[in-house]
């Protein structure tokens, strides 16, 4: 079975505060995509990262950072020095094959 | 802007009544994709289409819902004898060559 576990249901952190959110999946597949998507208060799901399963690479853009570790079988995502602009709910996702699979989502919240 | 329109953004109906949904993907999005989200949820997977071909097909859409991609252009969702179950976000994402799907800014649907 395919399935993306996002355990941290919320958090809250005071601006500045480093941060990272969780996430886990579960496949048999051995080519498979991992995801990240933001989703704010307006509803739309906004694309920010992609990794594929052959590719262990930690990535860094700007405050964002992602560390995927096949070995536990994680795709974890830090903001540093966050902001309140992050505030939002965020999603993994595992793709393969033609669909994606969420996890339940994490709220983040940044308090100034 | 992931260039994923739909329409209409909002649309509250009663039980028993027939809806349909729009999304107009970009022309270089040869897959279209329909997920829904309740509250709380990550988006789950409905249905898929590669170009006019409706390839797949989740066991969530019932025999009440029915999509379509005429031209491989546009997609139509339409939900029939409206539940107040069916009340959800119904997000439509497009994909070119790469892995990622573009989301668009949902339907949200508000069946009474």
């Known amino acids: 079975a395919q399935k993306v576990t996002q355990a941290q249901t919320e958090i809250s952190v005071v601006e500045k505060e480093d941060v990272t959110l969780d996430c886990v999946y579960e496949?048999?597949?051995?080519?498979?995509?991992l995801f990240w998507y933001k989703q704010p208060p307006s509803g739309e799901l906004v694309f920010l990262i992609r990794?594929?399963?052959?590719?262990?690479q930690n990535e860094i853009s700007g405050r964002y950072s992602w560390n995927f570790q096949k070995s536990t079988s994680s795709f974890n995502f830090t903001i540093t020095a966050s902001q309140v602009v992050d505030s939002a709910v965020y999603f993994c996702?595992?793709?393969?094959?033609?669909?994606?699979?969420f996890g339940s989502g994490t709220r983040l919240l940044v308090r100034p | 802007d992931t260039g994923v329109s739909q329409d209409p953004r909002h649309k509250i109906t009663k039980r028993g009544q027939n809806v349909t949904f729009r999304c107009d993907p970009i022309?270089?999005?040869?897959?279209l994709y329909w997920y829904r989200q309740t509250l709380g949820q990550g988006p789950e997977f409905l249905t898929y289409?590669?170009?006019?071909?409706?390839?797949?097909k989740s066991r969530l859409l019932s025999d009440r819902f029915s999509a379509e991609r005429p031209k491989g252009s546009f997609s139509t969702l339409e939900i029939q004898r409206t539940e107040q179950g069916d009340s959800a976000m119904y997000l439509c994402?497009?994909?070119?060559?790469?892995?990622?799907?573009?989301f668009g800014p949902g339907t949200r649907l508000l069946v009474l």
């Open positions: 996702a595992l793709g393969s094959s033609y669909k994606l699979i």
């Open positions: 496949t048999r597949d051995t080519t498979y995509y």
């Open positions: 990794r594929n399963s052959f590719d262990e």
């Open positions: 022309s270089e999005h040869n897959r």
């Open positions: 289409f590669q170009n006019e071909a409706q390839l797949e």
């Open positions: 994402a497009g994909r070119g060559g790469s892995e990622t799907q573009y």
